[in-house]
């Protein structure tokens, strides 16, 4: 357990997806989390809705999904991603850490087929899918016995 994490606070993770910016909330103490909804990258105001859920929620941990492509090799996403996490440590003040995500979009979309089953808009699906790779991608955090390693420059 990283000595720079409260483990009775709670954490944020993000997956950050072309359009969409999938949130999830979790607790290390309860090793527990939950997705927490998604923000439109291209309709919203990024910076504003991150500030904000920051406020709301007051984390003690940050997380990223790192997308990286099959051979663990960066590409564009990856690139995009960490540009995020930089700027999610300006805007909070707190260490970001990186996690692995290949894969986390389809654990999550196997967790959630039900709802595509029942009709679920595919917009709306998309934007839930992005909030269950989030909680997928800090349940590895927790996992992973919550490790800082640092967004690169």
């Not at 072309?18 to 949130?23: A, F, I, N, Q, T």
């Not at 500030?51 to 940050?62: C, F, H, I, Q």
């Not at 709802?115 to 679920?120: I, L, P």
Request: with cysteine.
């Amino acid at each position: 357990m990283s000595d720079r994490t409260d483990p009775g606070g709670c954490a944020l993770a993000f997956d950050v997806g072309s359009r969409w910016l999938g949130v999830a909330i979790g607790n290390a103490l309860s090793h527990s989390a939950r997705p927490l909804g998604t923000i439109d990258r291209q309709a919203e105001n990024t910076e504003q809705r991150v500030r904000a859920l920051l406020a709301e929620w007051r984390p003690t941990a940050l997380v990223v999904g790192d997308p990286l492509d099959i051979d663990g090799g960066e590409q564009e996403a990856t690139r995009i991603a960490r540009r995020f996490a930089r700027q999610l440590r300006h805007w909070s003040g707190l260490p970001v850490a990186l996690m692995d995500e290949r894969f986390s979009s389809r654990e999550a979309d196997a967790r959630h087929t039900h709802g595509r089953r029942q009709g679920t808009a595919r917009r709306k699906h998309a934007a839930h899918q992005d909030a269950g790779a989030a909680q997928v991608i800090l349940e590895r955090w927790l996992d992973a016995g919550m490790p800082y390693p640092e967004p690169t420059p």
